[in-house]
């Protein structure tokens, strides 16, 4: 089934560690996005890609980085620069063409110790 | 400065009535306007797009309007199930282009059998 893939589903991190989250797809959408969820507070936009080898910033982007190698992959990394990363994050996916409509994964939560 | 906002943290209502929800936004001119669905712990489901030009759509059990004018878009569910429970969204599409979509914080639906 078409879909999208994040894992790990749950992660404990250390302070101090950078940690990697995988968003994988097949549905063959050209945009790619990674989301973060704070309890009482909308989704912010972390980065985004439109495109292979393109992504830009969101309103939150500091202390993440992400890659777009590969069409169906775009992972994020929570480096050691992100003061408060315990959340949830959220990958989606979109058709360049559609009307802006997401897809999302079901989420990896992230918790610092 | 610029706000979404969705009427309340939670509603409770009654199987088999209407539930109605209200997101309502300040200096934004959206192009159009997303409803999604978030179960706990899982990523959100998109419902319903309404594009700026349109007064109401509707699916099913649920029906979306958008008054421009009013800066606000009603969701609603008639014949509310107990399996409708869930966080609603509303997310604003700005401009049209890929990335630029703001969410509401979400208000959480109970009905109660």
């Known amino acids: 089934d078409g879909g999208i893939t994040q894992s790990p589903k749950y992660l404990f991190r250390k302070e101090g560690q950078n940690v990697t989250l995988s968003c994988e797809q097949n549905?063959?959408?050209?945009?790619m996005y990674w989301y973060r969820q704070d309890p009482g507070q909308g989704l912010r936009l972390i980065y985004y890609?439109?495109?292979?080898?393109?992504?830009q910033k969101g309103d939150i982007a500091e202390g993440y980085s992400v890659s777009r190698e590969k069409k169906e992959s775009f992972p994020l990394t929570v480096t050691s620069a992100q003061k408060n990363p315990t959340a949830f994050y959220l990958c989606?996916?979109?058709?360049?063409?559609?009307?802006?409509?997401?897809?999302f994964g079901e989420g990896s939560r992230l918790t610092v110790l | 400065s610029q706000k979404i906002e969705q009427n309340s943290e939670a509603l409770n209502i009654q199987e088999g009535k209407t539930a109605t929800l209200t997101c309502n936004y300040t200096n934004y001119s959206p192009a159009y306007l997303q409803w999604y669905r978030q179960d706990p712990g899982r990523g959100p489901v998109f419902l319903l797009l309404?594009?700026?030009?349109?007064k109401e759509k509707r699916k099913e059990r649920l029906k979306v309007t958008f008054d421009t004018t009013l800066k606000q878009s009603l969701f609603h569910i008639t014949a509310s199930q107990p399996a409708d429970s869930a966080t609603y969204l509303c997310a604003l599409g700005i401009g049209g282009s890929q990335g630029n979509l703001i969410f509401g914080k979400g208000t959480k639906l109970s009905v109660k059998p």
């Open positions: 549905l063959n959408h050209d945009a």
């Open positions: 309404i594009r700026e030009n349109e």
């Open positions: 989606a996916s979109s058709p360049q063409s559609g009307t802006g409509e997401l897809f």
């Open positions: 890609s439109q495109i292979v080898n393109d992504f």
